[in-house]
């Protein structure tokens, strides 16, 4: 089994920082996905970036070029740098991890953790 930590959310005035982590322990293995979603209130769960062990990585359009995305290899662990925050940040974020068998197109595990609240205020 595969577990998922998350840390790092809090309330912040518009403008302001937070750095997001994810912690996974149990059986890693194969090609690994590193990502990190949020859910808005009234809204769907959304992708914010994700990166690959190898550091490709994927944005959406509302956090490219504020938030950056970032993994540590050997602590099983990624990050989730937040600068230069909006009202319409506020949500709860969800780290995920997705793995897949060398080889296999298709991601055979999907993991998530249970969710952080970030609040920014104007």
């Known amino acids: 089994q595969v577990q998922l930590v998350e840390s790092g959310g809090g309330l912040v005035q518009a403008g302001g920082s937070l750095r997001l982590s994810c912690r996974a322990s149990?059986?890693?293995?194969?090609?690994?996905?590193m990502g990190w979603y949020r859910q808005a209130p009234g809204k769907q769960r959304e992708l914010v970036a994700d990166i690959t062990s190898s550091g490709e990585t994927t944005y959406s359009n509302s956090g490219k070029g504020r938030f950056t995305i970032s993994r540590d290899n050997a602590k099983n662990t990624w990050y989730l740098q937040m600068n230069s925050l909006k009202p319409e940040d506020t949500a709860v974020y969800y780290c995920?991890?997705?793995?897949?068998?060398?080889?296999?197109?298709?991601?055979?595990?999907?993991?998530w953790g249970q969710g952080i609240q970030v609040t920014v205020s104007s």
């Open positions: 995920n991890l997705k793995m897949r068998p060398t080889g296999w197109r298709r991601y055979e595990h999907d993991y």
């Open positions: 149990g059986s890693i293995y194969g090609i690994v996905l």
